[in-house]
């Protein structure tokens, strides 16, 4: 019973919190920019107009392929509040990551082709380093499941410091952020036109965008895990990561997926085995 | 409730798409002068688009001649509803100077309808932003 109420309610707050931290996000960005930005409910505003528009679609793909992308999303969301498997989270957020893939690349679009043929580059990018991550929580607490991994008595950042660096780079991709903003780009920023979600319009956008939240959510769920032990420890260090990525954003150029690749996974893969042994020899 | 949100929404977040239908640049400077710091519209949740299947408000400058009259069609068309179209600068609503050529079909409203003329040589961005708010009315006369 406290299980399927955990669920609900993750999946109730975290489309609400993950509006909330995107209109932060574009207001905070303005500021960096000196400009004034706009209103913080506006990602609200942004899909509530998205679903008064027209449907335009080109296949039934497209349609399927964004509400599994928001189900998936939704329901890893929820699995992550009610403390079950890391792994099984893990895995129902893969299928829609793919999911949303497979609708860009249903569409005959030279643009959406790029761009989800990008965004399969950054899954296979970001998921090897997601997996150690979780590997490594499990070396340390001995546990996949989220409400063992909450009794641990110590902050796992104290001894996974740098996996929460490689946490970082996957949040980072995940969020669309410069330097890896290139199978699609936030705010008013242009890709190959919008990549991905070239084809994708009206009310499909903004089921892609409340499933973009869901994934915001998601990743700094995982996060909030390193410092699980007190409440003002977590949401400093959530508060501070999604700061940081706001300094990445805006002072890196967008780089190409060659460059992704190399620097990611040799810096994180060196970055994951310099913690592991660490951890194994201490 | 749910509906007036949407027709509120609409009035709030206008992602405008910005095409230059064959501009001495004059117009189109100044469109983008608007996004800049100084002018900032994203205040008012403007975002430029570059994707006409994501944009509301569609925003033209030049003339209009028999061989971007089609792809200006095309870009309106692929547009989904509710949608505006803003004419911009003395070439948009007319032709301006270039009106007599023997290539140039005058205006953009010759070509699709035009819910709002900015006119001007060029255009002040503060009278572009005034024209996009006034393309907002259409928007909010669609409230439910």
């Given at each position: ?8 309610l993750?999946?109730?707050?975290a489309?609400?919190l ?25 990602p609200?505003?942004d899909v ?29 969301v929820?699995?992550?509040f009610?403390g ?7 895995f ?7 999911f ?34 979780f ?6 607490t ?10 641990y ?5 104290v ?5 929460f660096?490689?946490l970082?780079?996957a949040?980072?991709i995940?969020?669309?952020k ?6 699609t780009?936030?705010?008013?920023h ?22 973009h ?13 390193f410092?699980h032990t ?17 300094i ?5 150029a ?17 970055m994951?085995?310099?913690n ?7 | 409730?749910?509906k007036k949100f949407?027709?509120?929404?609409r ?15 004059g ?15 994203e205040?008012?949740?403007v ?10 408000v ?8 028999h ?5 200006l ?14 004419a ?10 270039f ?8 205006g953009?409203?010759?070509v ?11 255009a002040?961005?503060e ?18």
């Open positions: 019973m406290k299980t399927i109420i955990l669920i609900i993750g999946i109730v707050i489309p609400v993950g509006g909330l931290i995107a209109g932060l996000d574009r207001r905070l960005t303005a500021r960096l920019q000196s400009r004034f930005g706009p209103p913080l409910l506006q609200f505003y509530a107009k998205l679903f008064g528009k027209e449907k335009v679609v080109s296949n039934f793909w497209q349609v399927f392929c964004a509400w599994i992308y928001l189900i998936a999303a939704a329901l890893s929820g699995l992550l009610a079950s498997d890391l792994l099984l989270v893990f129902v957020q893969a299928i829609g990551a793919v949303l893939v497979m609708g860009g690349l249903s569409t005959p679009s030279p643009y959406s082709q790029v761009g989800s043929q990008r965004e399969l580059i950054q899954v296979l990018t970001y998921e090897p380093l997601l997996i150690l991550v590997a490594s929580i499990f070396m340390v001995g546990s996949f499941r989220v409400d063992e991994i909450l009794a008595e110590q902050p796992l950042l001894q996974l410091p740098l996996m660096i490689v970082g780079y949040l980072t995940k969020l669309r410069s330097p890896f903003d290139f199978s780009s936030h705010h008013g242009q890709e190959i036109v919008k990549g991905i979600l070239t084809e994708f319009s009206g009310p499909y956008l903004g089921i892609i965008e409340i499933g939240w869901y994934e915001t959510i998601f990743i700094l769920g995982i996060c909030a895990l410092w007190s409440l003002v420890g977590c949401v400093l260090l959530i508060a501070s990561t999604y700061f940081a990525e706001l990445i954003d805006n002072t890196m967008r780089m190409t997926w060659r460059w992704m690749l190399k620097y990611v996974w040799s810096i994180g893969l060196a994951s085995f310099v592991l042994i660490w951890l194994y020899a201490g | 409730m749910f949407i027709g509120n929404s009035a709030k977040s206008p992602w405008i798409m910005h095409f230059d239908c064959g501009s001495c640049n117009c189109d400077i100044e469109v983008l002068a608007c996004l800049t710091p100084l002018y900032d519209v205040r008012f949740g975002v430029n688009v570059g994707n006409p299947k994501h944009a509301d569609l925003l033209v400058t030049g003339t209009v001649n061989r971007n009259a089609k792809v069609r095309n870009i309106y068309d692929q547009m989904p509803d509710p949608k505006g179209v803003i911009i600068g003395a070439c948009g609503l007319s032709g301006g100077v009106r007599e050529c023997y290539n140039v079909l005058g953009v409203d010759k699709i309808p035009v819910d709002v003329y900015v006119p001007g040589c060029p002040k961005p009278a572009i932003i005034d024209g996009v708010v006034t393309a907002l009315a259409k928007f909010e006369g669609l409230k439910g």
